[in-house]
């Protein structure tokens, strides 16, 4: 018995990594060794997942005034979409365990620093601002897939658990982007 849960577990290992099983079916548990690490408290979380929603704008906002690629514009406008939807749920789930929201948060010194570097990127704009957008997924899938897993607030940790397939399915439109480029 013990053997035949092992080669199925292998066997769905394999799977994963051959991009048969969906990154949208993984749970937050089945994140990997990168994705390690205590959640932060609640209010790291929430000043974080502000952060980067706010970045994510910031930057697709830019790309729609600076690209001519389709798939690049696209992109941007479901970063606009959903990286305000998720903004607009955690707000929600503070509300509804009766934290107060707190005002946004201002963007991070590295976030600053990527913003500067992709205004002038000049005709590097659409390497540049995917590049940055797989490397801020990246952190955001960190972050909420932490607190999904083992954040204070239930409500809160339902929100990331629900953001988590979102920021997944956006790392690997942009990774799919990125590999086009090349």
Same mark, same amino acid.
């Given at each position: 018995? @013990?053997? $035949? #849960?092992? #080669?199925?577990?292998? +066997?769905? @290992?394999?799977?994963?990594?051959?991009g048969v099983v969906s990154a949208q079916a993984?749970?937050? /548990?089945? *994140?990997? =060794? %990168?994705?390690?690490? =205590?959640?932060?408290? !609640? =209010? /790291?979380?929430?000043?974080? *997942?502000?952060?980067?929603?706010?970045?994510? $704008? *910031?930057?697709?906002?830019?790309? @729609? &005034?600076?690209?001519?690629?389709?798939?690049?514009?696209?992109?941007?406008?479901?970063?606009?979409?959903? &990286? %305000?939807?998720? !903004? +607009?749920?955690?707000?929600?789930?503070?509300?509804?365990?009766?934290?107060?929201?707190?005002?946004? =948060?201002?963007?991070?010194? /590295?976030?600053?620093?990527?913003?500067? !570097?992709?205004?002038? %990127?000049?005709?590097?704009?659409?390497?540049?601002?995917? /590049?940055?957008?797989?490397?801020? &997924?990246?952190?955001? #899938?960190?972050?909420?897939?932490?607190?999904?897993?083992?954040?204070?607030?239930?409500?809160?940790?339902?929100?990331?658990?629900?953001?988590?397939?979102?920021?997944?399915?956006?790392?690997?439109? +942009?990774?799919?982007?990125?590999?086009?480029?090349?």
């Open positions: 018995m @013990l053997r $035949i #849960l092992t #080669l199925g577990v292998a +066997a769905a @290992l394999a799977l994963s990594s051959a993984m749970r937050p /548990d089945m *994140a990997g =060794p %990168s994705m390690g690490g =205590p959640a932060l408290s !609640t =209010p /790291d979380y929430v000043a974080t *997942a502000a952060r980067s929603d706010m970045f994510e $704008i *910031a930057e697709a906002r830019m790309a @729609l &005034h600076r690209t001519s690629n389709p798939h690049v514009r696209d992109f941007a406008q479901m970063m606009i979409r959903d &990286h %305000s939807k998720s !903004t +607009a749920m955690i707000k929600a789930a503070l509300t509804e365990t009766g934290r107060p929201v707190p005002p946004p =948060p201002g963007l991070g010194a /590295d976030q600053q620093e990527m913003i500067a !570097t992709l205004r002038g %990127s000049g005709p590097n704009f659409d390497r540049v601002y995917i /590049d940055q957008q797989v490397q801020a &997924h990246m952190k955001a #899938l960190e972050v909420h897939a932490g607190y999904a897993r083992g954040g204070q607030n239930l409500a809160l940790q339902r929100t990331a658990n629900r953001i988590v397939p979102v920021v997944r399915r956006h790392l690997a439109m +942009a990774r799919d982007i990125r590999g086009h480029m090349s």
